[in-house]
């Protein structure tokens, strides 16, 4: 996970960001602070190996608003996939 913190208007607002590749598949969720919550973007892209298709290429994206951090510090060592599947 990478977690990056930034200054804005006299507060912290910080993000957090998991990505998981599994059969060149790529999963991410990324997590950013705002005044009011969070804002919780999930991408899954790349080429899917096991596709019958040759050249199957996956480039999804979702973005939600949520006033719980999904990747927040106790929640970490849950099943990143569990995490992944309450977002779609």
Do not use: C, H
Not at 43 to 57: A, V
Not at 68 to 81: K, M, S, V
């Amino acid at each position: 996970m990478i977690k990056t913190m930034s200054t804005t208007s006299k507060e912290k607002r910080e993000s957090w960001r998991k990505s998981v590749q599994r059969n060149g598949i790529t999963e991410s969720i990324e997590v950013k602070e705002v005044e009011n919550g969070f804002i919780i973007r999930k991408e899954r892209y790349g080429e899917d190996l096991n596709s019958k298709s040759p050249n199957k290429w996956i480039s999804e994206s979702k973005e939600y608003v949520s006033k719980e951090n999904p990747l927040a510090e106790e929640e970490i060592d849950d099943d990143f996939e569990n995490i992944l599947k309450e977002l779609t």
